[in-house]
T-cell receptor, first 111, second 114 residues
């Protein structure tokens, strides 16, 4: 059974601080996605990483896919209150089927 | 361009009843997946459909079933509801045959079983 472990589960930081969220597995994924979810809404796709070692940047967010395609990280620089939300990583299995999700990291950025 | 539409948004049912949830994917998207989200378990995979064919099914009891129609719209049904079925049910669509490039999610149906 494929599992994705996210850490930390909860993070409360001050505006302007940097943070990193980790997503780890013993399984290889064909791709890994990061989503952000706000209360009462569905997750919104932030980025998809496909190639081992790939790094993608989205403004203050930096996403990295591990060389072996088993893990990923999300780094936020100078966090802002608008970054508050639940961050989910998701791995697509072999052939791109049956995407599984990590339990999520709940981020709270205080002004 | 309309997003993924799920109806109804909220639903209250009694134990033992059955429920049908509906999902209309983005126009042109032929892949639809369903997830159950609870505070304790996170997002758990239910089903995955492409062109009316169920490609994968998660580890849920047979009370959970689904289908996809020729217009890509999808429904899921839960029979003999239990209190533990209370959750946010999310539908997601993709234009690709694989889910490798990620999904667009609907806002979900919040099911409460009393």
């Amino acid at each position: 059974t494929q599992l994705l472990e996210q850490s930390p589960q909860f993070l409360s930081i001050q505006e302007g601080e940097n943070l990193t969220v980790y997503c780890n597995s013993s399984s290889v994924f064909s791709s890994l996605q990061w989503y952000r979810q706000e209360p009462g809404e569905g997750p919104v796709l932030l980025v998809t990483v496909v190639t081992g070692g790939e790094v993608k940047k989205l403004k203050r967010l930096t996403f990295q896919f591990g060389d072996a395609r088993k893990d990923s990280s999300l780094h936020i620089t100078a966090a802002q209150p608008g970054d508050t939300g639940l961050y989910l990583c998701a791995g697509a299995g072999t052939g791109g089927f049956k995407t599984i999700f990590g339990a999520g990291t709940r981020l709270f950025v205080k002004a | 361009k309309a997003g993924v539409t799920q109806t109804p948004r909220y639903l209250i049912k009694t134990r033992g009843q059955q429920v049908t949830l509906s999902c209309s994917p983005i126009s042109g998207h032929r892949s639809v997946s369903w997830y159950q989200q609870t505070p304790g378990q996170g997002l758990q995979f239910l089903f995955e459909y492409f062109s009316e064919t169920q490609r994968n099914k998660g580890n849920f009891p047979g009370r959970f079933s689904g289908r996809q129609f020729s217009n890509s719209r999808s429904e899921m049904n839960v029979s003999t509801l239990e209190l533990g079925d209370s959750a946010l049910y999310l539908c997601a669509s993709s234009p690709f045959q694989t889910a490798s490039y990620g999904y667009t999610f609907g806002s979900g149906t919040r099911l409460t079983v009393v």
